[in-house]
């Protein structure tokens, strides 16, 4: 869970308002300027407050100065993490230095390097993880430990920021989501950015939180509570946060995804993204149309499943899980939206247009009985999840850090009664059952 504060916009942080250098500055240095093909010092963020024009720093010469500032704030505030704005957001094609003097002049890779291994130096200053501001992140995920990870299908058109696009979720599940876990889905003001792609510095309601939630969810990532100003009650935000998405990135932070598939609402089917975009290749990615992909089922290796429906005007009836589970949702109950997180034997959700959710996690396997008789042992195994690994291990003392793996099966039901031979000497025994993958 990510709480920050954030007052830049984004016209400003694209065009690099951190790490530039003003002339007012007591380090300026005109020779540590970037410089445009022309030989023109290369502009960063200009204060329209202050009057006062900024200038991109070379990206060779930021670890030098990372190098001087970074230990005098570990050592002044004993820091055990840090975060670095921008360089983990920005294209590195726009932050190119054209001095022929420079290594590798002109040329991506050397900024994209350069600004990659400011993450390690600040782990290792700060003896901790590393975070980072997000837009065009995957180039820097898994160097930084984490980012705000703002959502973007490139381009400054409307339709391709954050709340606008379809739910599209393969590439940040299959590419990143290994990688690192990221945080939230960018800036609440930048999320809801308007038609003209103007960030909304607004005070947003529950319906727009619910609605942030249900895309953290649905793309695998942390949560994220932002500054007081931009939410109905911040407190209360926090807690739906807090008891429901905090829970939900424990479960799949370290599972990888199985199978993504789209619900179709028309022929209330599942199928996967190409089979989707094969039916409707001009409307998937039009929010404004019926068939907007906006309804995706992910399930995880863990056995974990969540369903999200960001669909604007369609609500989507799911069928997830094995009774007794934990479930985590947003989903109607009575003609009402209802949050709630628990154990049900409740399988069926209908989830409200815009921000429904799911969520459901297997309960662990267990051993509701067992029997020994002679040289065989009878365990009857309950919460067992078909199709996934299972393994009986075996201990003669408790507590005890030596089981011994007796016997893996993969069952298909959710219980099974397990017999075998058992040759031992000792007088007592003890059997725990294992999910793995």
């Given amino acids: 869970m990510a709480v920050r504060s954030q007052r830049t916009s984004f016209s400003q942080r694209k065009s690099g308002k951190r790490r530039r250098f003003c002339t007012n500055a007591a380090a300026w240095n005109p020779a540590a300027i970037a410089v445009n093909s022309d030989g023109s010092p290369k502009q960063a963020w200009y204060n329209p ?18 190098a001087n500032f970074a230990p005098q704030i570990h050592n002044t505030y004993t820091t055990t993490a840090s975060f670095l704005d921008v360089r983990s957001a920005v294209n590195p094609s726009d932050k190119v230095d054209c001095d022929a003097a420079v290594t590798n002049s ?22 901790g993880p590393v975070s980072g501001e997000g837009h065009h992140h995957f180039f820097n995920v898994g160097y930084f430990d984490d980012v705000e990870a703002q959502l973007n299908s490139g381009g400054l058109n409307p ?3 954050a709340s606008k696009l379809p739910v599209l979720v393969e590439f ?63 407190v209360l935000a926090a807690q739906l946060e807090q008891r429901h998405v905090f829970p939900a990135q424990a479960l799949y932070a370290n599972a ?10 028309t022929s209330n089917d599942e199928v996967t993204v190409s089979d989707y975009i094969c039916r409707y290749p001009t409307a998937f990615g039009i929010q404004t149309n019926d068939h907007y992909l906006g309804q995706v089922r992910v399930t995880y290796n863990s056995g974990v499943i969540v369903c999200v429906n960001r669909h604007p005007t369609r609500q989507w009836q799911v069928q997830l899980g094995q009774p007794g589970g934990n479930f985590n949702f947003n989903a109607v109950m009575n003609g009402m939206n209802v949050q709630w997180v628990g154990q049900t034997n409740l399988t069926s959700y209908l989830l409200p247009q815009t921000n429904g959710w799911v969520v459901f ?39 005890s850090t030596n089981w011994d793996i007796v016997d893996t099966f993969v069952p298909s039901n959710v219980q099974t009664s397990w017999i075998r031979s058992i040759n031992t000497a000792s007088p007592q025994d003890f059997y725990r059952v294992v999910r793995f993958w």
């Fill in 256 to 265: 990888t995804p199985v199978s993504i598939l789209y619900h179709d609402s």
């Fill in 49 to 66: 407050g202050t009057g006062l024009q900024s200038y991109e720093m070379k990206p060779t010469l930021a670890a030098n100065y990372l």
């Fill in 106 to 127: 002109a040329m991506f890779r050397e900024t994209l390097n350069r600004y990659r291994a400011l993450a390690g130096l600040l782990r290792s200053v700060h003896q």
């Fill in 361 to 399: 996690a297997p309960a662990p396997p267990q051993i509701s009985s067992i029997t020994q008789s002679n040289d065989t042992a009878n365990l009857t195994i309950t919460n067992l999840l078909p199709g996934f690994s299972h393994r009986v291990e075996r201990a003669f003392v408790l507590p």
């Fill in 159 to 161: 339709i391709a920021q």
């Fill in 172 to 234: 940040d599940l299959l590419k990143m989501h290994d990688k690192a876990l990221v945080h939230g889905v960018g800036y609440y003001e930048r999320f809801y950015s308007d038609q003209n792609d103007t960030p909304q510095y607004l005070t947003f309601p529950q319906s727009a939180v619910l609605e942030y939630m249900a895309t953290e969810l649905a793309y695998g990532h942390g949560g994220f509570i932002p500054t007081p100003d931009r939410l109905y009650n911040y």
